[in-house]
């Protein structure tokens, strides 16, 4: 299983990116999506999970701004990004939560992630 992440880049305060994540691979389902970012010289920390059936859970520190979303057919997960501000700034990464066979546990996958810039 691999995930691609894109989307990332520089972007002025206030302004808005939307970042996608594709996983490809033998997967029989895929319950959980998430994103993740990692601001220099901090841990990597949660943004948003989306559920398969849709359902997303946010964050405070960018709920009401971030908007989780997935595409169930295309094994694709997108993260809309509006009003961005400077400590928006990280390394973002997709993760997965899949599995692959009938009888098989879930196992956890992460995309190489992609570099988001907020700066005037």
């Known amino acids: 299983v691999q995930l691609q992440a894109s989307g990332g880049g520089l972007v002025q305060p206030g302004g808005s990116l939307r970042l996608s994540c594709a996983a490809s691979?033998?997967?029989?389902?895929?319950?959980?999506m998430g994103w993740y970012r990692q601001a220099p010289g901090k841990q990597r920390e949660l943004v948003a999970q989306?559920?398969?059936?849709?359902?997303?859970t946010y964050a405070d520190a960018v709920k009401g701004r971030f908007t989780a979303s997935r595409e169930s057919a295309k094994s694709t997960m997108y993260l809309q990004m509006y009003n961005l501000k400077p400590e928006d700034t990280a390394v973002y990464y997709c993760?997965?939560?899949?599995?692959?066979?009938?009888?098989?546990?879930?196992?956890?996958?992460w995309g190489q992630g992609t570099l988001v810039t907020v700066s005037s």
């Open positions: 993760n997965a939560v899949v599995i692959r066979t009938v009888s098989g546990a879930p196992s956890t996958y």
């Open positions: 691979g033998s997967m029989l389902s895929i319950p959980v």
């Open positions: 989306v559920l398969s059936g849709g359902q997303a």
